[in-house]
């Protein structure tokens, strides 16, 4: 099964990824985080992909693209794989049809999350995530607090702010997700698989709620 997050930055994507991938036991492949794994480590990709992260703007195609071919290669994602945060933009997805094309797949599921954008920026700016790379789970300080503050509740690591966490390239990511990511919504409608989620405090729906909804349309399946 091959299951794609969209959304706009902050509307909870990651949180709900991995609630489906331990449901689903579906691996869960992050693009942000292969990258801030590189940034991380200094690799050559990750020094080039800092370039474009720090300001709030998009990896280039091409980088992106092949570092998701060369994942869809390996031996774990063969049976399905979580796509989070891939595709970003409409070359994206057409390269990744092609891709599934040629190994006789396609996409079957795009979970579409929206949530009101003032709503977004406070997540955001109150996001901690987990510094053991192993983990990474994901708290925030009003709506999910770890137990003991900067601290992981699952793996005793210290929490850290992601440096693209800031309000001003929240605001930059935003309007890059509306101008570059956005039309992937008609473009999965129009393939038939878009199913569009709001993740909302206002209707008392987070991340999870939303999870364990679609573990359970997916189920049924
Ligand atoms: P969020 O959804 O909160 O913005 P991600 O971890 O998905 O966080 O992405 C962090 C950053 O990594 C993005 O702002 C972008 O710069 C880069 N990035 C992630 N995925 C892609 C992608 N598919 N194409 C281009 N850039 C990407
Ligand atoms: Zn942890």
């Not at 693209?65 to 945060?85: E, Q, T, Y």
């Not at 970003?88 to 057409?94: D, F, S």
């Not at 709503?119 to 709506?143: G, P």
């Amino acid at each position: 099964m091959i299951i794609i997050m969209l959304g706009a930055p902050g509307t909870g994507k990651g949180t709900v990824a991995s609630i489906l991938s331990q449901e689903l036991e579906i691996p869960q492949v992050s693009t942000g985080d292969i990258f801030r794994k590189n940034i991380k480590e200094k690799t050559e990709l990750g020094i080039i992909a800092d370039k474009y992260i720090s300001k709030g703007n998009l990896v280039p195609d091409e980088i992106t693209i092949d570092i998701v071919k060369n994942r869809l290669n390996d031996d774990d994602v063969k049976n399905g794989i979580i796509l989070d945060g891939f595709p970003r933009t409409v070359a994206q997805a057409e390269a990744l049809d092609k891709i599934l094309e040629e190994k006789g797949k396609k996409v079957d599921i795009v979970l579409n999350l929206e949530t009101p954008e003032d709503e977004i920026i406070e997540r955001i700016v109150n996001r901690r995530v987990c510094s053991n790379q192993d983990c990474k789970a994901v708290y925030n300080l009003i709506l999910n607090p770890p137990k003991v503050e900067g601290i992981c509740d699952k793996c005793g690591s210290k929490l850290i702010q992601r440096q693209d966490d800031n309000v001003e390239t929240v605001k930059l990511r935003f309007e890059n997700y509306i101008k570059q990511t956005s039309p992937l919504v008609e473009y999965y409608k129009n393939n038939g698989v878009l199913q569009t989620e709001t993740v909302s405090k206002s209707i008392n729906k987070l991340g999870k709620d939303v999870a364990e909804e679609v573990v359970e349309i997916l189920k049924r399946k």
